[in-house]
């Protein structure tokens, strides 16, 4: 049935609450169709239907062997999943005037946060809100008594896309779901908007489900942020076509590095804590690579197959090597530490230390001279603002996050899924992290590239 999977939480389902005509106007949209006729009237208020749905995959494998076929019963070659439509509604369920609607960022920075808070003020203005806070330093704002909330316009944001960061800060770890809910409720914030990663995403469905148990009419809206690129199910997330782009500076300066030393190596470590999205799509738009090291394929050092082999035929044959690696890649090869961050987040250990080491001692060993050049970019990447198309992106997704709020949903994210905007149930996008298929195209695409070959 259309759209069972993914079945949007309401609070319909809970409240009773009649909805209302929206205040959100498309009249304003072009008077003229293009051959000079005047748009109908009826066609004018064209609002997206809550029965609307965007379909998933719009692909037929033949077979389940397919390249990027996932499913492996023969007969489910082709999957039907629809999900639902993002956009604004004819019928809301808030009387704007008298919502007070709340913005937190959380986790770590992301290319493209202030674009996302910009677009929710403005959009909450568009519809008549007139009380908007921010919560500072994500969800520790909403417990540490010493920190105010901050009252937002179309004023305050008016320019804060045009610098990197947050404009209300972020922050890791700390409170109980309890408290931040007692905190809301104290608040009486009617619409929070939540930015942030997985673990954000945890915390916000903990929030909606406890604004539920206590009878909250709350409207709990996510907007995914994560430059990993690593959310179930989406297209991309906003950041990460800016963190490629910033990538390609310091892949740049490693191999100018690497061809003007003699026997030069550059080593550039990328974000990508569980996967390889940026190394990987680095790696294919710079064409400067010829090792891409990914979380998601294993890959040794040493022996015959090892990477540091393959350095040494590079040298022999190019005459220098530059190598790309995603933060969490080959974490089976260092000593694990065993600490975790205030959220609970693994430490990882630094594998781009471990390689430069390893390529120094094994040169060392086989008594050819190299000369590695370690760049590691990782603040520089995300703490810059977000490029043009992010840009785009993070405004469709403040206004769709908006209009969600006004439809009624909570407990929902908003997302770009098979080029369509969307609203997905949260729990559905963070079951686990999306990962890079070693099997997929994308994946052989980057390994034609770098002519590189398994290093197991
Ligand atoms: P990033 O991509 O930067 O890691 P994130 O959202 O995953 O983003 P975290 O630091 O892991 O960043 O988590 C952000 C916030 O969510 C923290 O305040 C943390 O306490 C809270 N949080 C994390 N995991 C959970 C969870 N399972 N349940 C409730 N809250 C959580
Ligand atoms: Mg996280």
């Known amino acids: 049935e259309f759209g069972e999977r ?4 309401h609070l319909r389902d809970v409240f ?5 005509p929206t205040t ?21 208020n064209g609002y997206v239907n809550e029965d609307d749905r965007a379909l998933l995959k719009v692909i037929k494998y033949s077979s389940p062997t397919s390249a990027g076929a996932e499913c492996i019963d023969p007969n489910c070659s082709w999957i039907e999943q629809w999900v639902h439509r993002a956009g604004p509604r004819d019928k809301i369920y808030f009387q704007p005037d008298s919502v007070k609607a709340g913005i937190v960022t959380c986790g770590g920075l992301c290319p493209g946060l202030n674009d996302v808070i910009r677009q929710i003020v403005v959009t909450l203005e568009i519809y008549g809100v007139k009380n908007i806070v921010g919560i500072p330093y994500g969800y520790r704002g909403f417990f ?42 104290a608040r009486r914030i009617d619409m929070i908007f939540i930015l942030g990663g997985n673990g954000t995403h945890a915390g916000a469905n903990a929030i909606h489900k406890e604004c539920r148990k206590r009878k909250l009419k709350v409207s709990v809206v996510c907007v995914p942020k994560t430059i990993d690129n690593d959310i179930l199910l989406m297209d991309k997330t906003f950041g990460f076509d800016t963190a490629v782009e910033e990538a390609q500076r310091a892949i740049n300066s490693a191999y100018i590095e690497a061809r003007s030393a003699y026997h030069g190596v550059g080593l550039v470590k990328l974000m990508g804590r569980s996967s390889g999205f940026i190394a990987m ?9 010829d090792i891409c090291l990914i979380p998601e394929v294993s890959f040794s050092l040493e022996g015959p197959y090892g990477v540091l082999r393959h ?29 975790t961050d205030a959220s609970g987040n693994v430490v990882l250990g630094d594998i781009g230390v471990h390689i430069q080491q390893q390529i120094k001692k094994h040169f060392k060993g086989v008594d050819v001279p ?7 970019p990782t603040y520089m990447i995300r703490a810059c603002r977000a490029n043009a198309s992010d840009a785009i992106l993070c405004t469709v997704l403040g206004q769709n996050a908006v209009h969600g709020a006004f439809a009624g949903y909570s407990g929902i994210t908003v997302g770009i899924c098979n080029t369509h905007y969307v609203y997905l149930p949260i729990p559905e996008v963070i079951t686990s ?15 034609t590239s770098t002519g590189q070959p398994d290093f197991l």
């Open 6 to 9: 993914f079945n949007l939480p």
């Open 16 to 20: 009773d609450m009649k909805p209302i």
């Open 24 to 44: 959100f106007s498309l009249k304003n949209r072009g008077p003229k169709l293009v051959d000079g006729a005047s748009m109908p009237e009826e066609r004018k």
């Open 144 to 185: 540490d008594n010493g920190l105010q909330e901050m009252p937002l316009s179309r004023e305050v944001v008016q320019n804060i896309n045009l610098a990197g960061g947050s404009l209300l800060g972020v922050s890791r770890g700390g409170g109980s779901t309890s408290d931040i809910v007692d905190s809301i409720q």
């Open 281 to 289: 799509h680095a790696s294919l738009s710079s064409g400067q690579i």
């Open 311 to 339: 350095l040494e035929h590079l040298i022999q044959t190019k005459g220098s090597a530059v190598v790309c690696v995603a933060e969490g890649a080959g974490q089976d090869l260092l000593q694990k530490s065993g600490a």
């Open 370 to 376: 190299v000369d590695v050049k370690y760049i590691d």
């Open 433 to 447: 992290p999306r990962f890079v298929d070693p099997n997929s195209r994308m994946w052989h695409r980057c390994l």
